[in-house]
């Protein structure tokens, strides 16, 4: 098939294809872990951000997962559970969880598709800059409440505030 037909075609392009082609324009490091499944790794201003998206065909859906390190101490994790909780009802799309087996803040949306949908590549690359852009927006909330014993009110107040005048 020539490029031509290729951009051309009206058969669908594999999810995970799209995913795969964002990471290589962006220079994302990616592991094409299976035909469904991708991960890849993404610098925030934060810290690196780990995501994987997967395509589950059964319940048509494209499922991204964002995580980052996170080990708060036992006694700040009250605190740190109701942060996520108002940081989710902060936000439209996705949500905050904590793993705590694994000690991982963990983004999570899921792409729901009709049996005959698939996902463009826009939709795709909004998922993932929503994900980055939540995870970047809420981190220092959740760092505040975890080591600098901030009340979950004040450290989103103070995380989400508008900078004044210029540097």
Known sequence: MSATEFYLSTDPIHPIDIVETLADHNDWDFDRMAEDQIAMVVEGQWRSYALTLALSPDEDMLRLICTFDMDPPDA????????????NDMVWSGAFSFWASQRLMVWRYGLLLGQDQTAEMDQIDRMIRTAITAAERFYPAFQLVAWADHSPKSA????????????
Do not use: M
Request: proline share 4%.
């Open 76 to 87: 700040a994790l009250p605190a740190v559970y109701e942060t996520i909780n108002r940081a």
């Open 156 to 167: 989103l107040d103070l995380a989400l505030s508008e900078a004044v005048g210029h540097a």
